[in-house]
């Protein structure tokens, strides 16, 4: 395990402790979509290095989401979430240079924004727009 990927899976695990689990993921949602918003403006600017690393850094959390998902509770759900946010981390870093790579950041962006958003409502929580 790369120490990148350990402080992600430390990163989720803290915050699930402090906060409810649903707050919790939503609040990584959050963090994933602005990541992602990070890198269209750093493509946009030809900044393609701190792209890079806000792409990697949306992976690594939404890899931390897939890798602690509670089988035991909902196997049908939880498959369904695993292979969601492993389908995003595969799209995330194939768009990576891509002429077309803000259009796909968008899409993919959106497809996130309601995740979050059905998350959110569950959680009890403000959903987005934007």
């Known amino acids: 395990m790369t120490q990148t990927l350990a402080h992600a899976i430390g990163a989720y695990r803290t915050a699930a402790t402090q906060v409810h689990p649903l707050v919790a993921v939503v609040k990584l949602f959050d963090e994933t979509l602005r990541r992602i918003a990070l890198a269209i403006s ?9 792209a890079y690393v806000h792409i990697s850094r949306a992976s690594l959390i939404l890899r ?9 509770l909902g196997k049908d759900v939880a498959e369904t979430l695993k292979r969601t946010y492993v389908t995003n981390m ?5 768009a990576y240079g891509k002429k077309d790579a803000v259009a796909r950041y968008h899409k993919i962006r959106s497809g996130l924004l ?3 958003n059905a998350w959110a409502t569950v ?8």
């Open 42 to 50: 750093s493509i946009e600017a030809k900044r393609h290095e701190d």
């Open 64 to 72: 931390g989401l897939a890798g602690n998902l509670n089988f035991e």
């Open 90 to 94: 595969i799209a995330l870093h194939t």
């Open 114 to 116: 309601e995740l979050r």
């Open 123 to 130: 959680a009890g929580m403000a959903e987005l727009d934007r």
